[in-house]
């Protein structure tokens, strides 16, 4: 069936805005901090065959391939077959699944009996079990990390709400009020979703909404199509590296190459490093999603709809036992470092076809801390990511203390942390000075975070990167700083923490944790004087710092 | 005599109501000086200040000042530790795949944030002490060279015990005695410290710009020997006499559409419609809001510029959809209405100041649901060739005739409308066809039937008067303010009766506050209770009136509170929940004693004829006649097209309008 442009144009986005509202009241009726403050979560909708037709603007990285972590749930309960009330679950990382945490939950939308497609979210849980409440960073396989929801179909009636699938997740996890909450939470946004749909069918016919998904889609293709034409043939290259497995010291290497050939974009990874004994391998649907985020943000104007469509012209690939596309049962956890090595190696490579449409290399780091107390038998979890800065770009500086772009956690607040946890304060939340990369364009800063311990018994959990390999300026700018982290204890004794650990804390120590800060971009000499002005003004360089710049 | 002049960014109106007769004025703005435009009115409508006993404002002033970022300069005090607040934000990014996104622009600079030592938990208990001396030595070094207009203060946790907050600005009152010093706890009282700080350095910087404009206005208006009442409308739908927005000035904000919802309210309920939607569309934008019982939802949260408001305002969604909005094609083909507007220079090609883009007010034209004799009561003549000049390029892209095209872009502009009253309606488990949609401002009059056909709304109510309903609006406001109060409880055992008692307390110092003010009769009360399920952290606001507050027990709270989430998440059980009460809100209200109603003042000259018109794919015969010539009980089937002063009606085929007693236009759907 043909659709009218017009229908087109009004319909398109009534999904782009039913998608949105799912978003919002998934965020908004959460239980836990990570979901209901930092909103690390994403919703979609998908049409019959898993397609993403349409999605709330959240976490890039959850959203990229929702259609690959759908395909294996339709391989073992075909759509058709589906009824009322199912739905799908998925955080297999071998299966389609990104890491274990991010549960993938997709429900079928029935219009008059027809299945006109899927409403989704994704919801990252505080804890789903494994070795370690939160988080388990000594983990050597994937087992070790959680309880794996392979791709099922369950119902919710028969299944939820006090049904046996709930009880063995209940079972399995630490902190079952809030994520059942949390889960819950992603149900009632996916029937928000199919509600929404459910009204434009009444409103246009199931077969014009049918048919406008379908064409949605290729418009998205078709913008993306025109964006990627308007760069340059030719195979371009980019390299970064994580700074160790976490056991040795080497770096690990990430290369892309990217060919452009037309209207078609490859991205190849071969020549990265291979696979590790800890958690930071990148199961292959993480890594396709930061190919996509790459190639979108650079190519084409944030305006175009991210949809499957989108992703059509841009073919990801990787050799199987690498680190971005590791085999079972390797760990996982810490996917976001590789991914964001391979987000940077891709947008190394465009810059050398399209530099002024790039940004010098950011902090791109998930700066991961999770602490965790067991008391009278509960456990009290906190998990928080924290961002750095944007590498800065070819008419302006780096963002300053800001997640990195294939996330968009917000930070959460310190008076919900003063509410919800009495075994730690942050005393000190603050940008860093100086640490942005030097430039015509300066590098964001990155940010300071001070916690001082309450209580004894306390495990600290960390992951991170740019410890040692810091951020690329670009055409002449200079690096960020690296990130650090140290604890002062009680005793005033000073430890350095690893990028990749575990430690544990009592009553009167204090962490300082600070993240790092992107690279500039051209050479610092050629700065204006008004920003460098304002730079002193605001103290966010430093005098001597400004002075060794000239 | 009661007047009310609004001041908007280009034209200041007034409206006097006096034994029933109205009078209404429109001078232009002076946007450098707003209150010369406020007193030009009152000559314009040859009015004697001792004629009025009863005197509202309304202004942009302070929008203004944040927009154009002309506020005082701030010195702001944080918890030590926390000097970056308003630099980090939430650290996330509005648009995700925006490699040179860039954090909205605080209103205060960071090297005029000072930290002080000091540290309250979330219980309000204290963990390190407010140490005067110190304090006074950093507010001494702070403000010593006096270059600073105003200070803000926003310490953690204050919002459950700001005794450290009160104490700073006792300090620097009593130290720098012209500061104009506002701490957050005065502004609001809700968690999470970034929201709160930006709202209070918000507040603090418009602040004396608010007091020198009220001032003046006050000085020239003594000077012209007023001496009765002079109160300023609010962003929260209420108006409250100048003394109590000098201590508050971030309420002002957003006054003006909160104005034209008032008027809206008013006016509508006269004829008896008291759930209505507003529909105010006008050169750039459209404001659109759901009323309840003649009472509109409150929201805490607004943004202005990027930065969060906490403050209670009127609940307005608001897209770029107006009149002067660009018609275009995106790199895919798809046809797209706004965000973009020609704004008022050049305007719309068929302004003819040599605008070339086709906009809304274009596509009328040629579609022929304006005519250029009878735009803004014919002061302004259109150019339908150039509007015709501006489409035609888009109509050969899509094959369609000029008249197709305008058609398919005007439904592209009603759909997104639509979505703009989904948001507050649909969104927040409220179905639209329960209401009436009200339209306003220059052009909501004619998009509104169409909008309320996509929504299934079968009544639209055309207010006479429309471009002055927010003037009306200032008049028909109550006094009003809201006070909140942060105290957590769950919902079990004798919890109803700590309720009633925290009620009683604030009803109290309410009723206080307003005495002050003189304030003292016929006192409305609204009590509302924001709630969540434990663990969440985004709260339900329930409201109860006196008769269920008095009968209130655990079981009405869990069932009004399950009721209101089920409404707009579609689950919750408190079965299997613990449900709490986060945070108090009473309203203490004054009415402003009756309100006539704004009957229709007609100065355009009555007519009635025939024209064409193309809608929906077809071309039609249309009645077009001015606002005038339709004399009350005389029904006329659509299509029309209805003129009057600032606007154009247009009653598509399958609805039939008449005027009622109030002169409110009542359009419905054809049984």
Known sequence: ???????????????????????????????????????????????????????????????????????????????????????????????????????????????????????????????????????????????????????????????????????????????????????????????????????????????????????????????????????????????????????????????????????????????????????????????????????????????????????????????YGSLLNPKPPVPVRARMIPAFRAFDAVVKALAKAVPDKVIATGFDTTHSICMSQLVDGNYSIYLEIYGGGYGAGPGSDGTDGVDGPLSNCSNIPVESLDQQYNFFRVTEYALRPDSGGRGKFRGGNGLLRKFEILSDDVTMAHYSDRYRVAPEGAFGGEPGDHARTRVVRMNGNEEAVASKTSIKLNRGDVVISETGGGGGYGDPSERSTDRLHDDLESGLVTPPAAQAAE | MRVGIEVGGTFTDLVAIDQGKVTVAKVPSTPARPDEGALSSLDAAQIQLDQI?????????????????????????????????????????????????????????????????????????????????????????????????????????????????????????????????????????????????????????????????????????????????????????????????????????????????????????????????????????????????GRPDLSTETEINGLPVRTPVIDIATIGAGGGSIIWVDDGGMLRVGPESTGADPGPACYGRGGILPAVTDAHLVRGTLKSEAFVGGRMSLDHAKSEAALSSLAERFDMNLEQMADAALRVADANIVRAIQLV???????????????????????????????????????????????????????????????????????????????GTMRERAAQAFAQLGLTEDLDYTHTLEMRFVGQAFEIPVTLDDAALRELNTDILLERFVEAHHQIFAFGDAGRQRVEIVSFRLGVSAPPGPIPTLSEVHGMEAFETDGEIFDRGDKTQCLVMSRSACERGRKLTGPALIADETSTIYVPQGWHCSHDEHDNLIIRKDA
């Open chain 1, 1 to 319: 069936m043909n659709v009218d442009p017009i229908d087109q144009a009004v319909i398109s986005q009534g999904l782009i805005a039913s998608a949105r509202e799912m978003g919002v009241k998934l965020i908004r009726s959460a239980y836990s901090t990570i979901l209901r403050e930092a909103s690390d979560g994403s919703a979609a909708l998908l049409d019959r065959k898993g397609n993403v037709v349409a999605q709330a603007e959240l976490i890039p990285m959850q959203l990229g391939p929702l259609g690959a972590t759908f395909k294996p749930c339709a391989e073992i309960v075909p759509p058709d077959d589906l009824e009322e009330g199912d739905f799908y679950i998925n955080n297999s990382p071998f299966e389609g699944g990104q890491h274990l945490p991010d549960v993938f939950i997709f429900s079928p939308i029935f219009y008059e009996g027809t299945l006109v497609g899927f409403s989704a979210s994704v919801a990252h849980h505080l804890d789903l079990g494994g070795g370690a409440p939160g988080m388990n960073p000594d983990a050597t396989d994937v087992h070790q990390e959680g309880i794996i929801i392979p791709p099922s179909r369950y119902n919710m009636q028969r299944d939820w709400n006090g049904g046996s699938f709930e009880r063995l997740i209940t079972a399995n996890i630490r902190v079952p009020e809030l994520t059942i909450g949390d889960f819950n939470a992603q149900f009632a946004a996916n029937a928000i979703g199919g509600e929404r749909v459910k009204q434009l069918c009444a409103r246009y016919g199931v077969e014009t909404i049918l048919s406008v998904m379908e064409s949605h889609l290729a418009y998205s293709e078709r913008r993306m199509r025109a964006a990627i034409s308007e760069i340059p043939d030719g195979v371009y290259e980019g390299e970064d590296a994580v700074d160790d497995d976490g056991i040795h010291t080497e770096p690990l290497l990430i290369k892309a190459t990217v060919t452009v050939a037309g209207d078609d974009i490859s991205v190849d990874f071969t020549g990265s490093a291979s696979q590790v004994l800890l958690n930071l391998n990148c199961p292959f649907a993480s890594t396709v999603s930061a190919a996509l985020a790459a190639v979108k943000a650079v190519a084409s104007s944030p305006d175009i709809p991210f949809n499957q469509g989108l992703a059509a012209p841009i073919t990801v690939t990787a050799p």
């Open chain 2, 53 to 293: 006993e009863d005197l509202v404002h309304g202004s942009t002033v302070a929008t203004n000042a944040i927009l154009e970022r002309k506020g005082a300069k701030v010195a702001f005090f944080v918890t030590s530790g926390f000097r970056d607040l308003l630099l980090l934000q939430r650290h996330d990014r509005k648009r995700i795949y925006d490699l040179f996104y860039q954090k909205p622009q605080p209103v205060v600079a960071r090297s005029d944030t000072f930290e002080i030592n000091e540290r309250i938990t979330a219980d309000g208990s204290v963990v390190t002490s407010l140490d005067m001396n110190s304090a006074q030595h950093v507010v001494e070094a702070a403000l010593a060279g006096g270059n600073y207009g105003a200070v803000a203060i926003c310490f953690l946790n204050s919002y459950a015990n700001p005794a450290h907050e009160e104490q700073l600005a006792n300090l620097i009152r009593e130290r720098f005695p012209d500061v104009f010093v506002t701490h957050s706890a005065e502004v609001t009282r809700e968690f999470r410290e970034y929201e709160r700080a930006t709202t209070t350095t918000l507040s603090a910087y418009v602040q004396p710009v608010i007091d020198s404009y009220i001032s003046r206005l006050q000085d020239e208006l003594d000077a012209r020997g007023y001496r009765r009442n002079f109160s300023i409308m609010q962003s929260n739908g209420g108006r409250l006499p100048t003394e109590g927005i000098r201590r508050n000035a971030i309420t002002s904000l957003y006054s003006g559409p909160a104005a034209g919802v008032m008027g809206a309210v008013r006016q509508a309920g006269i004829s008896g419609f008291t759930d209505i939607i507003t529909l105010d569309m006008g050169g750039t934008s459209t404001d659109v809001c759901l009323i309840r019982d």
């Open chain 2, 425 to 503: 309606s649909t969104e927040r488990g409220r179905d639209p066809r329960d209401y009436v949609l009200v339209p306003f401002g220059g052009a909501g009059p004619l998009h509104a039937v169409r909008v309320a056909e996509e929504l299934e709304i079968g009544t639209v109510v055309v207010p006479p008067n429309a471009g002055v309903l927010s003037a009306f609006g200032l008049l028909a406001a109550d006094f009003l303010r809201y006070d909140s109060f942060t105290h957590h409880l769950i919902v079990e055992g004798t919890v109803s009766d700590d309720v009633r008692e925290i009620f």
